[in-house]
Every structure is written in C-alpha cells, then in structure tokens.
C-alpha cells in the first residue's frame, strides 16, 4: 500500500461497516444512500480521527515520544480520540481546550467529550481568548519546550495546516478499504460525501482515490470556514498528501468540491437543516450524527438530493465520521422551541 514506509500504531477495528441507508433512501426516492461507518472505529466510542491517529502515534512513536499534545476545541472529538489513543498505548498527553463557541450552555462544557476526556484524566490547559490555529500551535509549542526541560520527549500534533498531514494518511488507507467493499458487492460509487473541518479526512480521500486510478467526486460540506478558504486548505493537504504517497501532481484544484451552505451560523453552532437532519437519521435509521460534522454534511446531501444533483439509483456514500458524544452538549437539540426562534 503506498502507506507502508510510514509508521502506524494499531488503533483502529477495521474494516469499518458499509451498509444503505434503505430508509432515507426511500424517502428521497433518489440516489441510493450508503453510509461507512468511521463512527464505529472501536476507540473511545469511534470517530475518523482514530485512522488519523494511527499515524501520528505512529510517527511520535518512531520519535521515541514519551507525551502527547493537542489541542482543539471543548467538544473536540480529537482531543477525545487523542487522549484515548496515548493511554492506550501507554503515553502521557497534556491538551488545550479553546473556548472556540460563544452562547453555549452549561452542558457544552461539562457533557460530551469534555466529560470523557476528563475521566480519562488528562492534563488539560484552557484558553478563552480568539485565537488562530496559529497561535494554538505556538502556545503547544511552548508547552513542549517546558516539557523537555523537565526531561520528557513531547511529539506535538498541530491545528495548523503548516505541517505534515500525517493523518491524512489514514483517510489513503480508508479509500483502498472503501474500494475494496465496493469490489465485493459489485457497487459502482457516484459520489462520496463528508464533513470538512481540518481538511485532512477529505484530502486523503482525494489522494488515495485518484492515486488507485479512480475518478470519484468528493463532496465536502465545510463546517468552519466559508468555502474559498476551506477550497485553498484542502488542496493544500491533498496534494502534500499526494506527494508523501509518490504521487505528485494528482489532485489539482478542481478535484477539490466544497460548499459552505450548511456553515451558518458558525461552527459549533446550530441550524434547522442540521436539526432536521439529525432527527431524520435518529428516526429512520437509528444512526446519531453530532452537531458540528456529521449533520452539516447530511443536510447538505439532503440539499443535493433535492436539487437533484444526483441522478436516480446513483450510490453516493455518505461518511459518518463520528462525534455523536457532542449531542449531549447541546440540549436544545431536543427543545421543541429552538425551531421557532427568530
């Protein structure tokens, strides 16, 4: 596999599940829906950034790195991930949690993945000022350097996309196990759709499909950034990506598909399309998607579908990327009359 000369530690139960979603694809009556199930990658109740973390506990491992750092925000499913993959493997983890979403609820700081990342016990650090990934970096950076005056050998994860994506890498791997699955059922895929945040799910999806000889559209629905800035970040990664796989040169930027209809209000913040959608997969399929990722990326294949984007009997396979401990962050998810205000 093109992956195979960088180091991985094993944190993932693989191959994650491809199943249709039968239900809501009757009610559309369109396009066949799939759905592959990264929410049951088997670490710390799941998510995408575990195939991620393979790669940079992998990378921090061939370091010698005896302590993690990261950071992201207080319903961070990476934080989450990230502290449960360094217990696993025996690592302390220091992280910094941003006060990134304003006008939450006590919930949004005490339920979800704050609560789990707490009972893991990890180190934590807080800031509440508005700061850019940049300076989050900067302030992991300084936490290293104190680190290795005390004698530890800290391996830093970045926010910023100014380094390596090593995680990405995880995202090659799932596009060879996506084809695989397809393989067997003898399913022709139409399209792919996601969530996109960091950018590093959809830029190893875009590497690792065009690098095996595929030609599939890959929809990202941004859930942080409006869409010519998350354009310029994803085409970025995916051709690092290409690039640390052998194959430079293959994805340009019209590869790159990014819509930021679903990103109003902000992140971490709610919509009725996302509400709606949350409702729709709970109700028809028993799947929980989360407030932040996977509900902006199913309203906005809801969005396509009814533009008819798609053509009938297409399969578009629809990433459900995690995160469902968030919902217990947001109360109101369940608050009759959130829907009405204005």
């Given amino acids: ?107 949004y700081y005490q339920s979800g993945n704050p609560f789990l990342i707490e009972l893991m016990g990890a180190k934590t650090h807080h800031y509440t000022e508005k700061k850019d990934e940049d300076s989050a970096d900067s302030m992991l950076f300084s ?27 995880g995202y090659v791997d799932f596009s060879a196990e996506l084809l695989q699955q397809c393989n067997k059922l003898s399913l022709k895929i139409d399209g792919i759709v996601l969530a996109s945040g960091s950018g590093a799910t959809q830029a190893g999806i875009l590497a690792g499909i065009k690098a095996l000889g595929f030609d599939i559209p890959v929809y990202g629905f941004s859930v942080k950034r409006d869409k010519q800035a998350q354009t310029q970040r994803v085409l970025k990664k995916s051709q690092l990506v290409a690039d640390m796989i052998g194959f430079k040169g293959i994805v340009n930027k019209s590869d790159v598909w990014i819509s930021d209809s679903m990103l ?58 995690g995160g469902s401990p968030a919902l217990f962050g947001y109360p109101e998810v369940l608050d009759d009359a959130f829907y009405n205000l204005e």
Wanted: net charge positive.
């Fill in 1 to 107: 596999m093109f992956t195979d000369k960088y180091p991985k530690a094993k944190l993932t139960h693989n191959p994650t599940a491809l199943e249709q979603l039968s239900n809501v694809s009757k009610l559309f009556s369109g396009p066949n829906i799939w759905i592959k199930r990264d929410d049951c990658t088997g670490l710390a109740l799941g998510g995408n950034k575990v195939r991620q973390l393979e790669y940079y506990l992998g990378h921090a491992l061939a370091q010698n790195s005896n302590t993690i750092l990261t950071a992201g925000a207080i319903q961070s499913n990476h934080v989450r991930l990230c502290v449960a993959a360094a217990k696993k493997l025996g690592l302390d983890i220091e992280v910094v949690l941003a006060h990134q979403v304003s006008g939450r609820q006590s919930q």
């Fill in 143 to 169: 936490i290293a350097e104190r680190l290795r005056k005390e004698g530890k050998t800290p391996y830093v994860i970045p926010r910023s996309d100014n380094y390596l994506p090593y995680g990405s890498l």
């Fill in 264 to 321: 109003t209000p902000g992140y971490g913040q709610l919509n009725d399309p996302m509400l709606d959608a949350i409702d729709l997969l709970a109700q028809q399929e028993g799947i929980f998607l989360d407030p932040t990722y996977t509900s902006r990326a199913m309203a906005g294949l809801i969005e396509l579908i009814q533009q008819k984007h798609f053509k009938a009997n297409q399969n578009i396979v629809f990433l459900h990327s």
